[in-house]
């Protein structure tokens, strides 16, 4: 380069927020393959399965940014800080995030921090828990004849504690379709307060664990049971929760009819099993 000549142009790169679904790697978009083939670097969550993990390019480094609650964990800032970083040298810089980017997956933070600095982002949709869990149950979440709206919400505030601000009227009501997401250490406690709220204690609750991989574990209730017992500890996080009446349909048929399709050894529910003590 001549004395006083300009500098290049900073080469800037890019961020893709990729779904990587609950977990089956089967459930992965073809965009989102495309993209893990194309990345330098690969920043991914704790929930992220090993089976998604082994599609990505070989040559891009992969860097564990998870996020888990009670456990030590990488900052959202953070985050943000070094997605900046690695997008200023040039890298194309994939955003690995467990279920869907836009349910519960902070993109909203992420995105706005990219566009603060310039930096070009996309994103591509993954298949969420909900979702994966209604498929595997067989049932549909807003079947008309059971419910007329169907809402997620999220079990765990910053606190780690129920969210203060749930509409809880609305959620209580019979035709509509609960998903909880991240609420295994609050479901009792919800529970609880539902049926204050004047929901039944017979409404259907199923909570599953894993969803979509080879641990998964179900257990199928009452909102009474929910509210007098929690989840039983068989069921790791991460825990989906689903109530209402649409959930009365697949709650007593055997657990073949509720896995349709896998080749993956049957995994019986969990009912009846309860918290130990201590």
Known sequence: MKPNSPKPAERIGHVTLVGAGPGDAELLTLKAVRALQAANVILFDDLVSDEVLDLARRKAKRMLVGKRGYRQSCKQEDINDLMVKLARQGK??????????????????????????????????????????????????????????????????????????????????????????????????????????????????????????????????????????????ALTSPVIIGIGEIFAIRADAPDAHLRPGTDRPAVAPVRGLRRTAG
Not at 134 to 143: D, E, F, P, R, Y
Request: aromatic share 2%; no cysteine.
């Open 92 to 233: 194309h810089v994939v955003r690995l995030k467990s279920g869907d980017p836009m349910i519960f997956g902070r993109a909203g933070e992420e995105i706005a921090r990219l566009d603060a600095e310039g930096i070009p982002v996309t994103v591509i949709p993954g298949i969420t828990s909900a979702a994966a869990m209604a498929s595997a149950l067989g049932i549909s979440l807003t079947h008309r004849d059971h419910a007329h709206s169907v809402r997620f919400v999220t079990g765990h505030a910053r606190s780690g504690a129920l969210p203060a601000d749930l509409d809880l009227p609305g959620l209580a009501d019979a035709e509509t379709t609960l998903i909880v997401y991240m609420g295994g250490r609050t479901a009792a406690e919800l529970a609880r307060r539902l049926l204050a709220e004047g929901r039944t204690p017979n409404a259907p609750v199923v909570a599953v664990s894993g969803v979509s991989r080879a641990d998964e574990r179900r257990w199928i209730g009452t909102l009474d049971e929910l509210a007098g017992h929690g989840l039983p500890d």
